[in-house]
């Protein structure tokens, strides 16, 4: 399997031009050093393969070997290569990152924790997310939901299936690089090959599940014709309209930005189509393409077709790729594309976004605490606001990567994962799923921050003051009253909120998890209380509009009881500061 989100988000190559001649003539850390920075990675790691063998090799060079295998999802050999590099004195330390990274998507939790923990030794960079997710994820493996998924075995191959989509005669389609030369004929070059993974380029398929076994076909050559990867695709609720992704359309003319170099970089751009008199007229760029300098895929339009989100890692994201979306004008053009939010969107990858039914937005992330790679998640709201993102857990979320669901309705969808035990590579999957409803006091509803003071009630005009009862929530370390960055983000928030609405008052309530005596834990929830009013001051908060006070271990919020056996995860849930807001 490549790595789907890189060819969106980075670079994509062509086939390489490095001739049998060529090798001949070079070395070969030089031909292999070569295919590896073209993101070339089938071909890279036959050459380090090679040379790892040999005497007195550089850990250098086995680091790209076991990266190559990481990049295109070859975890066993790459864990197997991270391992013997993990052992040596001059290992950088991102190989002990990328090495608890693939543990997870093995789903050694316990393995990957302990390499992280080595990671974070070596690197200050705060890995809590990752730590965190591993112990989420042995909860939620041995704790499934009730939903259920099944391969789609009628569609998947050993290579790639991936993003399948709803169509109007019941049928999906789809994304595939098993090319199916049959269905194009003379018109698609049949060895064109994609140098990240030596298949061939991704096209449009369509399956119709009620069919007989030869119900796959070619969808439409209007969107095939494109030269390199094509999809995936979405429609409007009419199917009147559809949204698709393409890699450098080289037929449709388009302007050449300064310094971009046309053999290696072929980033991603949304193309649109209407469909009349009978057949998809010929596609549109949409408007903030930019192949020069950044992405855009992965389109997903709103129930009622005014709003376009999409993936891009355009400047002003909070990481290495965000969600944004655009609002359609009075004139049918797309406004400019404006942020998602801190709620969705983190400082990993955050992308393959699609609209269920009464608008609920899932997406996947790399982010959020999850159980391997990409986790699917889903989150209720619109543009910028939006409830905190929850992880649809087991069985649909697996140690491996798992994206791009679609809903067919309110329970059943389709969504694409590498897990073991599928046909080879990305498959597609049939799901029910029991969407997880957010909990009121894990919400975090904050206004849009504006220039307009409040009035005398202590209301800003075009907000919505905030509720009395409503709830904000942090979470702590084991042992532990620091503030930790993801509850900063939380706690900004509120500063910001009470910034705006001078007359709410709050009241603060911190606990612990039941481990350690009564006597001790009440002093260290007293702690967090105070910890959290500290971080307030500092933002400007008022101490007369706060009321702090430790509650030790008691009010438990889940079955962690003194002698319980739990997972750390558990625990976590009872290590806290509830916020509330009291009066207005």
């Not at 490095?18 to 292999?32: G, H, I, N």
């Not at 380090?48 to 086995?62: D, G, I, P, Q």
């Not at 014709?225 to 409007?236: A, E, L, N």
Request: charged fraction near 25%.
């Amino acid at each position: 399997m490549y790595r789907f989100l890189k060819y969106y988000v980075a670079l994509l190559l062509v086939v390489s031009n490095l001739s049998a001649t060529a090798q001949d003539r070079k070395p070969e850390l030089k031909v292999a050093n070569e295919y590896f920075d073209r993101y070339q990675y089938k071909q890279a790691a036959l050459v380090y393969e090679k040379l790892a063998r040999k005497k007195n090799v550089k850990t250098a060079t086995l680091e790209k070997l076991a990266y190559s295998h990481k990049e295109m999802n070859n975890y066993d050999k790459a864990s197997e290569w991270y391992q013997v590099i993990t052992q040596k004195n001059d290992a950088s330390a991102d190989s002990f990152l990328f090495y608890g990274d693939v543990l997870k998507n093995q789903g050694n939790y316990t393995k990957a924790k302990e390499v992280y923990l080595q990671y974070r030794q070596k690197e200050s960079k705060d890995i809590t997310t990752r730590i965190m997710g591993c112990d989420s994820a042995m909860v939620w493996l041995n704790r499934p939901t009730s939903g259920s998924v099944a391969n789609l075995s009628k569609v998947n191959t050993a290579a790639s299936e991936w993003g399948a989509t709803a169509y109007k005669d019941k049928s999906i389609i789809f994304t595939s690089d098993s090319l199916r030369a049959s269905l194009f004929g003379k018109e698609i070059n049949k060895k064109a090959k994609y140098g990240w993974t030596g298949r061939s380029f991704i096209k449009l398929y369509q399956f119709n599940p009620n069919s007989d076994a030869n119900a796959i076909a070619q969808f439409s050559k209007e969107f095939n014709d494109f030269k390199y990867h094509v999809g995936p695709i979405t429609f409007s609720s009419d199917y009147t309209m559809a949204y698709f992704t393409v890699t450098n359309p080289d037929k449709i003319a388009h302007v050449k930005a300064p310094n971009y170099n046309y053999y290696g970089a072929r980033r991603l751009e949304i193309y649109s189509s209407t469909f009349t008199d009978g057949k998809w007229q010929q596609p549109v760029a949409f408007a903030y393409n930019n192949p020069g300098s950044y992405s855009v895929g992965h389109a997903a339009i709103s129930k009622d077709g005014n709003t376009l989100y999409f993936s891009s890692d355009m400047p002003g994201g909070s990481g290495k790729t965000d969600l944004w979306y655009c609002e359609k004008n009075s004139d049918g053009s797309w406004g400019t594309p404006i942020n998602c939010g801190n709620a969705i969107n983190t400082s990993e990858d955050d992308a393959f976004p699609t609209v269920g039914e009464n608008d609920i937005l899932y997406f996947a992330s790399k982010g959020h605490p999850g159980m391997g790679g990409f986790d699917i998640f889903s989150t209720m709201g619109q543009k910028n606001q939006w409830s905190s993102p929850q992880n649809l857990k087991s069985p649909v979320n697996s140690p491996a990567d798992d994206f791009y669901l679609t809903m067919l309705d309110a329970t059943n969808g389709y969504f694409a994962s590498n897990r073991k035990g599928g046909m080879g590579n990305d498959d597609i999957y049939s799901c029910s799923i029991v969407t997880p409803k957010t909990s009121p006091e894990k919400i975090i509803t904050v206004p849009l921050i504006t220039d307009k003071q409040p009035d005398d009630n202590g209301s800003s005009s075009g907000t919505t003051l905030p509720k009395e009862g409503e709830k904000f929530i942090i979470y702590y370390d084991f042992d532990k009253a620091s503030i930790r960055p993801d509850a900063s983000a939380v706690l900004d928030d509120l500063a910001a909120l009470l910034k705006q609405y001078p007359k709410v008052r709050i009241t603060i309530s911190s606990y612990t998890d039941s481990r350690g005596t009564e006597a001790y834990n009440m002093e260290l929830s007293r702690k967090r209380a105070q910890s959290a009013m500290a971080y307030l001051e500092r933002k400007g908060i008022a101490k007369s509009r706060m009321a702090g006070k430790g509650y030790g271990e008691t009010n438990l919020v889940n079955h962690c009881r003194n002698g319980v056996q739990c997972f750390e995860a558990e625990h976590q849930e009872n290590r806290r500061t509830e916020v509330l807001i009291i009066a207005r």
